[in-house]
């Protein structure tokens, strides 16, 4: 995720304006070094930075920091994100990828749990000696999902690491449960307050008496951000009667009032950024004078941080910062609200883009950024992540605004929430139609024709792309509407049995996704298995692929995962099966690496089975099946389960199993019946194939035969799962049976007149039969050879000898992991592993992972010494 850089940098520590505090810092070591936990809270101006700062100073070289800077609106998927990227320099030994493991996480529930603890075996993982993990304005998590997987973490964090919370008030976690079992330390106010005599130093520091340090005192109790404004004012004025929060804006507006006028105005302008560079105050408009103005600004310790040196970046004190920002919009409202819209402009993390245009009063503005970014927040914050940034918007405004209904859509269709789907899909219609913004709603409309496909209402679909022709030259369609629209056409021809126009249509979606080379739009572009099964889809499928894995590179993305599968499916159907292997492993071990998908475990169960039936492992093949409809997802809706209970009657049947096949035709009636758009005129009984094969195993051979040759019938609309070509086959068998050789020739030749055996490999057993039958020449010979050739390249897999060989946990580490191995053996930590092999630093991960999980390691430090005994 695009997160500002300085949420993960530790502020650093500025000589000659800290004053030393021993006893706290002695205090502050001694609780970590006693407690797995330590709470710093107090309200702002308590210098709880500055302590931290001081502290982390004095660690030494073999403890290991991740700081991470929460915001007001931070929540689960935002801390992860800041915590795998502070864990970064320190090579944590994941198991299942960073990413993997958020979108976990906010998932919620027993998954949230095993996120947690992965993360903590990870890090107990680390090669490091002491660990410290710094959340600092922890009083900003308030959502519920944070604080279960905090207190999750806390509870299983390894004894080398320690957690210090910083928060101006206490955070909802369980701290009364771990003061009770002695694991929290806690620093409040009293134990951070400044005491007499260091206040004194500070007074004597700046010229005053014993008497007016005592008054000083008094009138502070220690509050560190009211002392240093008080003794700056206090060789001018009076001191204040009390110093408070008040009192801070006051005396602050009066340190401001002070400064030379340029200075004053640069302060103003800028405080509508987080933090102040070069680079990004010249952005927002300001001139020449930058570098010097954040130099004096430091050199004035104007209430700042430094929290990064390259570039050199500053953030102001939160109090100070409000304040400044209270003035501008005081005197000069409209230039605050166009900074602040700059300043969104300039911001590359989304959610504290949102944050400031909904300060400036744009909540149009952000409503259109965030539908923009749908597509990349989605992958980043996961589909909660994305309703929960649509929910900040006012309730009235979220109900007027079509994009913030577009957002929900997408992100309720990625929870399979059909119904709340479409009805934002068909609010989003009618407020861009009501607008007149033509191209925004074609797009919806787009959008809606796809949901209704992936539901099985083909008749609404088909009228909304009956009026979004992609290629009517006078309404031409362009951008994403011509893609969606591309690829609802392509799905409503496959969902409508329309086979053989697939191919085509996919064509011309993939002309379409070459134009478009993002993530967005070739993941919402991933052909099902009934798609890849169609004719003509082998070619296309391939430069799809290609394409999909030109977009993926190095990142481990869910399209990756799906573009291996998707491809292991196409090969299945070709009938090279030792690579369609191969690629099925290498998609459920980058499934296993990203996390759990849904989609990908659903799709592999069902290749999985359709290997199992080509061995011959008729048991496995039916298990998997009945798993694979146990899991559906309710939310795939009535067609998805019909489809699944189909593909399941399907395995029954070519598996000789009456009894499950008798079910699922009983299944499958019923819920027919609540399916209007499953039969049409071109597809009148999309059961007959099953019948024709229940038929056929109760012996009754005649009626089976009648029932194939009314399916072969209906032509391309029988080919659903390549059901047309394994019809012909049973057929030619069912008449080679009943003693009439011609009439199965005739029956089996225009599936060998096909490229690749498809649907033949619904039975293997009867494609040998027939490849070793003498046809007498009633078989073009040509075909005959190809049949042939088909057999004799399943031959060894059907023997069972396609499965890949377990290997060998000491000597089977790929020629890539065995020179990643070497590396961590010689010290080098990730991201120089990736620069000496030319590696990105997800691969490098994913290979550590790889080579932990052969060798049954845990650490680096395991396989750095394994891999130094085997030299």
């Known amino acids: 995720m695009a997160l500002a850089h300085t949420k993960t940098r530790a502020p650093r520590p500025r000589a000659g304006l800290l004053l030393p505090r021993p006893a706290l810092l002695a205090r502050f070591h001694e ?47 935002r801390l992860l994100d800041c915590l795998f990227t502070a864990f970064e320099p320190y090579d944590p030994p994941w198991r299942t990828a960073p990413e993997g493991l958020r979108d976990a996480a906010l998932r919620g529930g027993a998954e949230l749990i095993t996120a947690a603890d992965a993360m903590a075996n990870a890090l107990e993982a680390c090669e490091v000696a002491h660990g410290l993990i710094v959340l600092d304005d922890a009083h900003h998590l308030v959502d519920t999902a944070s604080l279960q997987f905090l207190d999750r973490w806390l509870a299983r964090m390894g004894e080398r690491w320690r957690l210090v919370l910083s928060a101006r008030h206490e955070p909802a976690l369980r701290v009364a449960r771990l003061r009770a079992t002695g694991d929290l330390a806690d620093l409040g106010p009293e134990q951070l307050a400044l005491a007499p005599a260091e206040v004194t130093q500070l007074a004597h520091a700046a010229g005053l008496g014993d008497e007016a340090a005592a008054e000083l005192y008094a009138r502070s109790q220690g509050w560190a951000a009211g002392l240093r404004l008080a003794l700056g004012l206090s060789q001018r004025d009076a001191l204040p009667a009390a110093i408070d929060r008040a009192t801070f804006d006051y005396l602050a507006a009066e340190v401001l009032d002070r400064l030379d006028a340029e200075l004053r105005d640069f302060l103003l302008r800028t405080s509508v950024l987080h933090e102040l560079d070069v680079a990004r105050c010249q952005a927002l408009g300001e001139g020449a004078m930058v570098a010097t103005f954040l130099a004096e600004i430091e050199r004035l310790s104007l209430f700042v ?33 166009e900074l602040l819209e700059r300043a969104a402009v300039l911001e590359s993390d989304a959610q504290r883009r949102h944050g400031l245009l909904m300060a400036a009063g744009r909540p149009d503005r952000a409503a259109e950024l965030l539908l923009a970014d749908a597509g990349m927040l989605i992958n980043q914050l996961g589909a909660q992540g994305l309703l929960d940034l649509a929910g900040r918007f006012d309730a009235d405004f979220a109900e007027v605004s079509p994009e913030l209904h577009r957002v929900k859509a997408v992100a309720l269709w990625t929870l399979w929430e059909a119904e709340r789907a479409e009805y934002h899909l068909g609010r989003a219609e009618l407020l861009f139609q009501a607008r007149g913004d033509t191209a925004a709603l074609r797009v919806a409309r787009a959008h809606l024709a796809v949901l209704l496909i992936a539901q099985g209402r083909l008749t609404q679909a088909a009228a909304i792309l009956q009026a979004l022709d992609p290629f009517d030259g006078e309404s031409r369609l362009s951008g994403e509407a011509r893609r969606v629209v591309l690829l609802a056409r392509c799905w409503h021809a496959l969902e409508s049995c329309r086979f053989d126009a697939v191919a085509p249509l996919f064509e011309a979606q993939l002309a379409e996704l070459l134009k478009h080379p993002t993530v967005e739009a070739w993941y919402t572009g991933v052909p099902p298995p009934r798609q890849i099964s169609c004719r003509g889809m082998a070619a296309p499928m391939e430069r799809w692929f290609r394409g999909a894995m030109q977009v993926v590179g190095d990142r481990p993305l869910p399209l990756g995962v799906m573009g291996y599968m998707a491809r292991a499916w196409s090969l299945f159907w070709q009938g090279e099966l030792a690579e369609c292997e191969q690629h099925l492993a290498r998609a459920e071990a980058d499934a296993a690496w990203f996390g759990r998908l849904v989609i990908a475990r659903n799709h592999g169960q069902a290749l999985h089975a359709m290997l199992d039936l080509v061995h011959g492992r008729h048991e496995s093949a039916v298990a998997l099946m009945r798993l694979r409809l146990a899991e559906h997802v309710p939310g795939y809706g009535r067609w998805g389960l019909w489809h699944g209970i189909f593909f399941c009657s399907r395995m029954a049947a070519a598996c000789g199993e009456v009894a499950l096949l008798d079910e699922g035709l009983a299944r499958l009636v019923r819920e027919g019946a609540e399916l209007p758009d499953l039969t049409a005129p071109h597809r009148r009984d999309p059961l007959a194939g099953l019948r024709a094969r229940q038929a056929e195993l109760a012996g009754r051979r005649a009626e089976a035969i009648a029932l194939w040759r009314a399916l072969l019938a209906e032509g391309e609309s029988a080919d659903l799962l390549g059901q047309r070509a394994e019809a012909q086959l049973r057929l030619a068998g069912a008449l080679l049976d009943d003693g009439q050789p011609a009439q199965a020739a005739e029956a089996l030749a225009p599936a060998l007149a096909e490229h690749d055996p498809g649907g033949l490999l619904w039975d293997v057993p009867l494609m040998r039969r027939m490849a070793a039958h003498d046809w007498g020449g009633l078989l073009d010979a040509a075909a005959l050879a190809r049949l042939r050739s088909w057999v004799e390249a399943l031959a060894p897999l059907a023997a069972g000898t396609g499965e890949s060989a377990a290997l060998a946990a000491d000597d089977r580490l790929s020629q890539r992991e065995a020179e990643v191995i070497a590396q961590i053996a010689a010290g080098a930590s990730n991201k120089h592993i ?22 049954g390691l845990n650490s680096r430090g395991e396989a750095a010494a394994w891999w130094n005994r085997q030299r």
């Open 834 to 855: 990736a620069r000496a092999l030319d590696l990105s630093p997800h691969t490098v991960k994913r290979h550590v992972a790889n080579i932990l999980d052969k060798l």
């Open 31 to 77: 609780a970590l070094q006693t407690h797995r936990a330590l709470l710093l809270c107090a309200p702002a101006g308590y210098g709880k930075t500055a302590l931290l700062t001081q502290a982390l100073a004095e660690l030494g070289d073999d403890t290991a920091v991740a700081w991470v800077a929460l915001d007001e609106g931070d929540d689960l998927g």
């Open 305 to 337: 941080t430094v929290v990064d040196l390259s570039p050199h970046t500053l953030r102001l004190h939160q109090l100070f910062r409000d304040m400044l920002q209270l003035r501008l919009r005081q005197t000069q409202p409209e230039l605050h609200r």
